[in-house]
């Protein structure tokens, strides 16, 4: 195709599949495009997203690759932009707390530019180790235990610097933490996935490093007196870095030390060592009474347990996995209504809530006829809660039954509205979120 060519003039590096020459970096997309790109500027990006506005073609970004389960398949698109080349760290002040990183850059390895100056960028999100990026961090606002206390990437983003659908570069943003007057358009981009911009670069806040930790683990012998528990951690001057409730499946695939428990508690401290040794024994005496099992664990001890719930749910072979967010208390008892209903009778399914966020996780798997109802039974209980529901890592057998995405409500026309702004010519792939008959 003519625009092949046009397209690899744009770029130092290009991939033509099944030209011969594999990369064996480029993910399976679930469509098949003519050719991948490999931009190293901004300004490679801005050229090739207005040759491909002026041309009427579809352009796929990634990064990391490993997100692309996320959202509704993508139906087609011409070619794939990879940001793997835009992999540097900007800027960092560490006297601010900012810094500025290109969205290629894998997660982790941002993490350990910045741990020379005693800071770190808090977000542990699943498929870390597998090379999670921040673009992808951005567009899914993954997160894991630790945005009990930090928040999610939402919280932490400060600036972007990203490519509109036409090829217009646009900077929002900045690098100082008070710096928004009028719309937040940062905010806006992150959990987008790539149906807006083209992310470039990310500015976020840091914190300092905390150098003592100790994990607690709360075996409870009934829901009720976890709830009691969960409810009162919560309502004390108790401020936990991770606070997460499993159910009594999760606990035993996690190995934890209060087994035959029928919920369990984690919590993790990161402090100074006497406001973490407070902190333990607030949460001591505010539980008394209430537990079945007190276990306290150090940092090198617990670290196979916190990678295990920040990987949660997105477990091999699974059904699909769900993520509910709701308000704080019924995040709480999400739980117990799952395990109560009949139609998890006959599948097999894990469960987490992290209340303090309002999210409630959950892995199923099983025949497809009970998954179904299962998913039927989730979309009904956020919506019943006032929450809302995501699928995700669906079986590809259940895709015309369970959708990505639960009901926007009354948000539906107002984000479409967004998508028509940025990108009136729907060259980033919007159907990543909007299904084809919700219009």
Known sequence: MSYVTELSKMVSNFHVPGSGDADPSV???G????IVLY????EEISRILSFASRSGIRIFPFAGGTKLFLGNPVGEAGAA???KRLCRVLFHEPSDMVSTVECGMEVREFQKAIECENQIFPVDPPLLDAGATVGGLVSSNFCGPMSTRYGTCRELILGVKAVRADGEIINVGGKVVKNVAGYDIPKLMVGSL??????????FRLYPWQHFSRTLVLGFDNHVSCSQAARAILAADIVPTCFEILDENLSSEFGTTTQGAKRTILLRFDSFEEAVVEQIKEVRETTSGETSAFVEMDDEISRDLWVAAREFPFLPGVSFSSKLTLPVTASIEALSDIESSPAFSGVDALCLSRPARGVTLVSVNG??????SVARFLENLADSLGGRIMFSGIRHELREKVRAWGG???ALSLMKNIKQRFDPKDILPGEKIFDADRG
């Open 27 to 29: 993910p399976e997309f």
């Open 31 to 34: 469509f098949s495009p003519q």
């Open 39 to 42: 931009p190293e500027t901004v």
């Open 81 to 83: 932009l990879s940001l």
């Open 194 to 203: 790539g149906t807006l911009c083209v992310l470039a670069e990310a500015t």
């Open 367 to 372: 025949e497809d006829e009970q998954v179904v």
């Open 408 to 410: 926007f409500g009354d």
